[in-house]
């Protein structure tokens, strides 16, 4: 017995999807399929669930990612209200 699922997504995401899709040779439904059989195979969700910037951070940010790991010309403040105070705001 079929069921029938319906879901709302945005228009490009489906497009996105079906291009990937095609040039694996499967159908959306099918791949869709494949997800849920994974979700009953692993009684969850068959992938890590991560928080990932939706950008790649420009060279100006990478180099301030870069300093704050390196802890290079960092300003330690016992609170906000100093922090805004050194900054004249």
């Known amino acids: 017995m079929n069921s029938l699922i319906q879901a709302r997504v945005d228009s490009k ?4 999807a079906e291009n990937i899709m095609n040039q694996l ?3 959306l439904n099918e791949a869709i ?9 692993h009684k969850g969700i ?3 669930p991560t928080l990932k910037p939706e950008y790649e951070p ?3 940010l990478q180099q301030v990612i870069a300093d704050i790991e390196n802890k ?3 300003t330690r403040y016992k609170n906000t209200d100093e922090m805004w105070q050194d900054l004249g705001l």
């Not at 399929?33 to 195979?41: D, E, H, S």
Request: glycine share 4%; hydrophobic share 50%; net charge neutral.
């Open 13 to 16: 995401v489906k497009e996105d």
């Open 25 to 27: 040779g499967i159908s």
């Open 33 to 41: 399929r494949m997800f849920l059989m994974q979700v009953i195979i």
């Open 46 to 48: 068959p992938f890590k």
């Open 58 to 60: 420009n060279e100006m």
């Open 72 to 74: 290079k010309d960092l």
